[in-house]
């Protein structure tokens, strides 16, 4: 009943997503519980907790996105996209991820700052053709003295033509290239958002 509950609160939040789409939604903000069962085959889920406890407010604000941003009709749920780690070197912020299908091949994976242009990540052993359950890691860097100032949306998906994964959202703050004022990054994933502040030295 609660996870009904959920699932309404994500139609209200953005009626245009298939029920495919919104199983998706759940899944990937759910807050992960035990390892991987069958990891060869999905490295998220759980033969005892599926993949996790679903987390309601992460869900509908994935839901809220997708609509602000037009992606509603383009999600396919065979394409997966997951953010592994978000390093940072004070003025450098990387994040790295895997990708992969259950079907078909995948095009690319792409990431854009707040509603700027689409760019292709770059990619760690990438076999030559992205074929159904073949996973690849990618990485994005961005140098935060030369994203817009102030607070950014930063989205990572994976492509197949005019279809996509879910993305993965991260917010990060552009900051002066001379300054040496502090800066942070906050997730939107899993259980909500996180923060994470950075707190640099001043000389």
Known sequence: ?????VIA???EANP?????????????????????????????????????????????????HLGETNQSTSIDWTIQNHLLNVTNDWKTVTLTG???TQSNVLDQV???????????????AVPDELGPLTPFNWTVALDLSKVPMGEQTVEVRAVRGDQHSLPVVIEVTGIDSDSS?????????????????ILALLV
């Open 1 to 5: 009943p609660s996870v009904t509950g």
């Open 9 to 11: 609160l994500v139609m």
């Open 16 to 64: 245009d997503l298939s029920p495919m789409a919104i199983k998706e939604v759940l899944k990937q903000t759910a807050e992960r519980r035990g390892p991987a069962s069958a990891p060869s085959v999905d490295p998220y889920w759980n033969r005892d907790f599926g993949y996790g406890m679903v987390d309601a407010r992460a869900a509908v604000e994935m839901a809220f």
């Open 181 to 197: 004022s502090g800066m942070s990054v906050v997730l939107m994933i899993g259980g909500g958002l996180v923060l994470i502040a």
């Open 110 to 124: 792409q990431y854009r700052v707040g509603d700027g242009e689409w760019k292709e990540a770059t990619y760690e």
């Open 98 to 100: 895997h990708a992969w």
